[in-house]
């Protein structure tokens, strides 16, 4: 047992070791930290924050983590302190075996904005091992005739520790005949021979057993033993010899198992039993070696398949024993040589699934590559497909960061499907291939869009309330982003009512009229209709709605000449004389309605003498159909029926009252229907009208007398003497204005004649002259009817 002064120095050591270990290399650009190994688990290692120069919390802010290859939890970060622990206990020799020094590198991934730091964690050895002989005891065969001084070969201890925890020095147990030599190998490592001091006598002392021990350089130093057996034999004056001290050799990781590695030889001069070679491992490590060798041949073979990654060099050591006992030693050196037969490898360090639309560059994803093969085969590079908005960035060392290459559009696409390809450039070259799916979230950045770039809709007059007609705008946003509502805009005609007019559905944009339009009333009206989504910040547009009233036929025709109720009838007077075609009169009517509604036709109903007089179906012109007789009652009386086009056709109709005559000097004499019309009161409304028409027929009769005047004044200039006869007499207050008013489809003009004298103020005569009519056949008419002359003028 340790003494207790003994521990206490140990454990001062060990407390040394360790704060010497913690201090970290500042100036370089990678964060070290040492640590003895099989320290316990949550031992502190250093404080991260005070190292990084971030402030208690940030760490917990920046999201930061430790990241190792492997994805192996080797330490663990305590966010809200920034103390770096042990995350279980550590052992050196399996982490790393052999490798010195033992450094495991991590990596600390801060976030927001991203940032990766180096850091190594370089493990410290202790020496926890004791040096151990693969075998308990070793035969060594000595002739008997061996000289003094004759070195002989022994196997080494193994010890797990490096440096100067492993095996230092090898003592032999106390005897007269041999001590012990520790000699250094290429490698490092030491290993004992056994140094005959005192000749041997087989018939004295045949065979001797001796403690062969193995102490490293611990404090306290630990030890391992083993027995050597030493036999003395007859004389064998001849050792094997290897024909190369050394050999080296080259062989592909991947070679098949069995296949030849080199084929060593050696030769001995003796003969018989003391000249034959048996070849075997010196070591005799056949469960640690990969190798075989045939003991009569002395081929090594394989017997367990190579890894380049896990060993990359062996020295093996082959002896060569003759019958006699004596042996000789070579060594092989092989040298695994790597092939690609490792892909690379991807770690996913951080992963967002889900970005919105419109942002600038994003970092979507983190992550490490690796390949544990060597030159190009170790080299790797990253990739993505082509024709996606997305790039690689290498950020320190194997590490990249995937980020969007411009701002992204969820309508154009919102979905991503990403391959992450990493290819060594081996032969043949291995890749490996890493899908990531990237979600477009949506953003509010469109507006609803109506599917029209105007509505116009058609409603009849005088329907009820009903469903006129739709609206339809589309987002292509998604979600409530999408989601439109209608609604109906302030009008810009304050006039209009429009909210006594129509209403929209606000889910589906139907349009419902709220009352009976009345096409008179109101024949078309505008107003706009809005589409709102119902995003964060809400987005809008509107259109234009025109609502245009069909008519209905819901106006019978109106008679404006003749009136109907006026005081006294309106009597045309026609002069016997009269020629076919003669033009009495023209019925005047408007329609209220619209279209064919409107388009009026004229038939006569009744007549006093059918077939004498005719009415012209397109503009109610009443005329004679043929000459008049003496026969033809001097009264007549028609009915004409005016009726629009609409379905039903409307119709009114209107009385006329024709006089015959022979000249227009002959008194005017109401018939009994006018004076029963006078004697009943007037309608106001026609009162009206008549008051009206009158004032502009007069202003109209008395342009046209002065214009009839002045013409024959400058015609009879030359026969009178300048003296231009006037027309005496009294001018009718009822006569009525026919030019150019209801649906005639021709302008016509009207000369009078009057008759001085009668004394019966009234208006003779009234016959209209066509445009195309000539001057000279005028004159002749009156010349030919001397008592037309006497009282007609026309012209």
């Excluded at 403690?211 to 391992?224: C, E, K, N, Q, V």
């Excluded at 869009?449 to 309330?465: G, I, K, M």
């Excluded at 609604?487 to 559905?505: F, T």
């Excluded at 819901?554 to 404006?560: I, K, M, S, T, W």
């Amino acid at each position: 047992m340790e003494t207790a002064p003994a521990k206490t120095l140990q454990k001062r050591q060990v407390l040394f070791l360790a704060i010497l270990f913690l201090l970290w290399e500042t100036g370089s650009e990678e964060i070290r930290y040492s640590m003895p190994e099989e320290t316990e688990s949550g031992s502190f290692v250093a404080n991260l924050a005070k190292d990084l120069g971030l402030r208690v919390g940030e760490l917990a802010t920046r999201g930061a983590r430790i990241h190792y290859k492997g994805n192996k939890q080797l330490l663990q970060l305590h966010i809200t302190t920034g103390n770096l622990l042990l995350f279980e206990k550590l052992d050196r020799e399996v982490l790393c075996r052999a490798t010195d020094p033992c450094i495991l590198h991590f990596q600390i991934l801060l976030e927001n904005p991203v940032q990766i730091i180096q850091a190594d964690l370089q493990l410290t050895d202790i020496n926890d091992h004791s040096p151990e002989f693969l075998e308990r005891e070793m035969l060594l065969k000595i002739p008997e005739s061996v000289q003094t001084g004759t070195v002989f070969p022994l196997k080494i201890a193994l010890d797990f520790d490096i440096g100067s925890n492993t095996v230092q020095n090898y003592t032999i147990s106390p005897n007269s005949h041999f001590h012990v030599v520790t000699h250094h190998r290429g490698d490092g490592r030491k290993y004992p021979e056994l140094v005959l001091d005192k000749a041997l006598d087989r018939e004295q002392q045949p065979e001797l057993s001796l403690i062969l021990t193995a102490l490293d350089g611990g404090a306290p130093p630990r030890s391992g033993t083993t027995t050597v057996r030493i036999e003395v034999v007859d004389i064998n004056d001849n050792a094997p010899e290897f024909l190369q001290s050394v050999y080296e050799v080259q062989i592909p990781e991947n070679s098949p198992l069995n296949s030849l590695v080199v084929a060593v030889s050696a030769r001995d001069l003796d003969a018989g039993t003391y000249g034959k070679v048996a070849y075997a491992l010196f070591q005799g490590d056949e469960v640690t070696q990969p190798f075989v060798i045939d003991e009569i041949t002395g081929e090594i073979s394989l017997k367990r398949a190579l890894d380049f990654e896990a060993t990359r060099f062996y020295n093996v050591e082959i002896a060569a024993t003759d019958g006699g006992g004596l042996s000789g030693k070579c060594t092989v050196a092989i040298e695994v040589v790597d092939v690609n037969d490792n892909a690379p490898e991807l770690t996913m360090s951080r992963l967002i699934s889900s970005i919105p639309e419109n942002s600038p560059e994003t970092v979507v994803a983190v992550f490490s590559v690796s390949d544990p093969d060597s030159g190009e085969n170790g080299q790797m590079v990253s990739s993505i497909h082509n024709g996606l908005p997305f790039l690689l960035k290498p950020t320190f060392k194997n590490f990249y960061t995937l980020v969007t290459e411009r701002p992204l559009d969820r309508e154009e696409r919102a979905q991503y499907n990403i391959t992450i390809t990493v290819t060594d450039m081996g032969t043949p070259r291995l890749k490996t291939e890493h899908n990531i799916t990237v979600l477009v979230s949506d953003v509010n950045d469109n507006a609803p869009a109506f599917t029209q770039t105007s509505y116009t809709l058609w409603v009849r007059e005088n329907s009820p309330a009903l469903h006129i007609g739709s609206v339809s705008a589309t987002d292509t946003d998604a979600g409530a982003n999408a989601q439109v509502t209608y609604s109906l805009l302030p009008p810009h005609d304050p006039l209009v009512p429009l909210a006594s007019l129509v209403s929209i559905n606000p889910d589906n944009g139907h349009l419902f009229a709220l009352t009976s339009l009345d096409y008179e009333a109101l024949r078309a009206f505008e107003f706009h209709v809005g589409a709102t989504d119902r995003g964060s910040p809400a987005l809008s547009s509107q259109e234009l709605v025109r609502v245009l009233v069909a008519d209905a036929n819901d106006n019978a025709p109106f008679v404006l000449y003749p009136l109907q109720n006026a005081s006294a009838p309106c009597t045309e007077l026609v002069p016997r004389a009269a020629e076919p075609g003669y033009l009495v009169t023209k019925v005047v009517a408007v329609d209220g309605d619209a279209g064919q509604n409107a388009w009026l036709s004229y038939q006569l109903l009744k007549a006093t003498e059918p077939g004498l007089f005719g009415v012209w179906a397109h503009n109610g012109e009443v005329r004679t159909a043929r000459l008049l007789s003496e026969r033809d009652a001097p009264k007549q009386r028609l009915v004409v029926l005016v009726k629009d086009n609409g379905e039903p056709s409307l119709s009114a109709s209107v009385t006329l009252h024709v006089l015959l005559v022979d000249g227009f000097s002959q008194p005017y004499l109401p018939p009994p229907e006018a004076e029963a019309a006078a004697a009943a009161p007037a309608d106001p409304l026609t009162v009206s009208l008549v008051v009206a028409l009158a004032s502009v027929s007069s202003l109209f009769l008395f342009s046209v007398l002065v214009f009839v005047a002045v013409r024959l004044c400058r015609r009879g200039g030359a026969g009178s003497a300048g003296r231009c006869p006037v027309p005496e007499g009294h001018f009718p207050g009822h006569l009525v204005d026919v030019s150019g008013t209801g649906t005639l489809s021709q302008s016509y003009q009207y000369e009078v004649c009057l008759t001085g004298g009668t004394g019966t103020r009234e208006f003779k005569c009234l016959k209209p002259i066509l445009p195309t009519f000539p001057l000279q056949g005028t004159v002749r008419e009156i010349n030919e009817n001397p008592t037309v002359r006497s009282s007609f003028l026309f012209n």
